[in-house]
């Protein structure tokens, strides 16, 4: 505004003189050429800095799942009668060993069995290798069941699953199941194998047995 203020002064006193007015004049064009040029010039470079200018905008693109990474599925433990006899005869002897198959570390475990005992007595129960200390053993025959507790208060590695064996023996010829008590409730506990990691009773799965006596 200042350069185009003076111009026009300066014009306005060179136009009663012709050929002054003609090369102010000239000089001024080729002024004000130069002037856009270079302002022409300057706003390329505006854009050129604004081409590079990188604009960072919210991610809403993700390879992580918006509930977070899948957990992996919870290894469980299992209880299971074992006996290399299904049938014995009256007066005759099973053994029935008592196995806890499980991927964590253990803390303890109670196994609680049920079974008929007008069919089948208990002669005998052995505390397994798997755990250290066994400080309940119980035979109930008035409840129908037989209760075994292990504990590992070391928290010692197993290299058993053999928790405990129990010797029947027939009484009358029929058959009997022996079975976990694996329901849990607050009127009634059940089997459990509790986990050092989490604390938790992590058994699930069990497996029974059927006795026949002859």
């Known amino acids: 505004m200042i350069w185009t203020l003076y111009l026009d002064r300066r014009l306005l006193i060179m136009m009663t003189r012709t050929r002054k007015f003609i090369v102010v004049g000239g000089l001024a064009l080729v002024v004000n050429l130069a002037l856009v040029g270079y302002l022409y010039k300057g706003s390329n470079k505006e854009d050129e800095v604004l081409k590079n200018v990188k604009i960072i905008r919210p991610n809403t693109r993700s390879n992580i799942p918006p509930t977070g990474p899948n957990r992996p599925t919870k290894r469980l433990a299992t209880f299971t009668l074992e006996s290399d006899l299904t049938s014995t005869t009256i007066g005759g002897t099973v053994t029935v060993r008592i196995k806890l198959n499980s991927p964590e570390l253990l803390l303890g475990a109670d196994a609680i ?16 290798d798997m755990f250290p200390n066994y400080p309940r053993i119980l035979s109930e025959p008035t409840k129908s069941r037989i209760v075994v507790t292990g504990v590992n208060i070391d928290q010692s590695e197993q290299n058993s699953d053999l928790f405990a064996v129990v010797e029947f023996v027939g009484l009358k ?12 409730s607050d009127e009634k506990s059940g089997s459990t194998a509790i986990s050092v990691a989490s604390g938790e009773n992590i058994l699930t799965n069990v497996e029974d047995l059927l006795i026949l006596v002859q």
Not at 113 to 128: C, F, Q, R
Not at 173 to 184: N, Q
């Open 113 to 128: 069995i049920t079974y008929d005992p007008a069919i089948l007595g208990v002669k005998k129960i052995k505390s397994g």
């Open 173 to 184: 010829a029929e058959s009997s199941s022996i079975s976990f008590v694996h329901e849990i």
